[in-house]
């Protein structure tokens, strides 16, 4: 497996350059909408363009490990567990969330099983027990309440950075082969410019600079996929025939 250092500096400077755009459009213009709307309108983005890179993903590493002979088809496919792993750390931090969140709301009866336990296990009589119960509830719901908020701030935290770090790799494809984020990248950029194309703008921006901020991102991660093929073929030597043993 080849490693570029100056590849994975660029698409993280790639995503920075997306996210600070974002930021300048929207103080810059006001906003057609709520700051809320806006809010989930992003992470709407966000979760579809999760979507597209795992179909993308899925069918281009299909046809990737198919199209290779052997042994290379093999290798390629005991190399899906990296990709599968950054999918589950998705998914994991996804659960959390709603599961604190599921606490936080009261559709898990915590309180009612709680309820239906002596918590003093009968030491201190009924009434004592009942009274000591009842404050150690109150307790243990206060504790569990600041727990579950802070678990649920943490779990959304893990959740969105693992995201935005998801897409920036690709969800790691290039564990799978150096070549399959280059690939897989301008389809993702250029499927959500289409669908924002037909969708209404957030903000009230100038005619021109929305054209230019809705291709600006096609564009420059299409140069750069570009730019990533001719630096892994010219300085390590890797092409699309040799990955699939052509």
């Known amino acids: 497996m080849v490693e570029d250092p100056v590849i994975g500096l660029m698409?993280?400077?790639?995503?920075?350059?997306?996210?600070?755009?974002?930021?300048?459009?929207v103080f810059a213009y006001p906003l057609k909408t709520g700051r809320e709307d806006f809010v989930l309108g992003k992470l709407e983005d966000l979760l579809l363009g999760c979507a597209i890179v795992l179909v993308a993903g899925v069918v281009g590493v299909a046809a990737f490990i198919l199209g290779a002979r052997a042994p290379l088809g093999r290798l390629y496919a005991s190399r899906l567990i990296?990709?599968?792993?950054?999918?589950g750390v998705i998914f994991l931090g996804a659960g959390m969330a709603w599961l604190m969140l599921a606490f936080l709301r009261g559709d898990i009866p915590v309180g009612q099983w709680?309820?239906?336990?002596?918590?003093?296990?009968?030491?201190f009589g009924k009434i004592g027990g009942t009274i000591i119960s009842g404050l150690v509830f109150t307790v243990i719901l206060i504790v569990g309440g600041v727990a579950c908020a802070v678990g649920?701030?943490?779990?959304?935290?893990?959740?969105?950075?693992?995201?935005?770090?998801?897409?920036?790799s690709?969800?790691?494809?290039?564990?799978?082969?150096?070549?399959?984020?280059?690939?897989?990248?301008?389809?993702?950029v250029w499927s959500l410019a289409v669908?924002?194309?037909?969708?209404?703008?957030d903000v009230a921006a100038p005619a021109?600079?929305?054209?230019?901020?809705?291709?600006?991102?096609?564009?420059?991660?299409?140069?750069?996929?570009?730019?990533?093929?001719?630096?892994?073929?010219?300085?390590?030597g890797i092409t699309l025939r040799s990955a699939l043993g052509r």
Do not use: K, M
């Not at 698409?11 to 459009?25: D, E, K, Q, Y």
């Not at 669908?195 to 703008?201: K, T, V, W, Y």
């Open 170 to 188: 690709c969800f790691r494809t290039a564990d799978v082969h150096e070549l399959l984020p280059a690939f897989i990248s301008p389809l993702l």
């Open 152 to 168: 649920l701030v943490a779990a959304l935290c893990f959740t969105l950075f693992a995201l935005v770090t998801g897409l920036n």
């Open 114 to 123: 709680l309820g239906g336990h002596d918590i003093t296990f009968g030491l």
């Open 208 to 236: 021109a600079v929305l054209t230019a901020f809705l291709l600006g991102g096609p564009v420059s991660v299409t140069a750069l996929s570009v730019w990533e093929v001719r630096r892994l073929r010219s300085r390590y």
């Open 82 to 87: 990296w990709p599968l792993r950054a999918l």
């Open 195 to 201: 669908l924002q194309f037909f969708d209404d703008a």
């Open 11 to 25: 698409r993280i400077l790639r995503t920075a350059l997306g996210l600070g755009a974002t930021l300048w459009l």
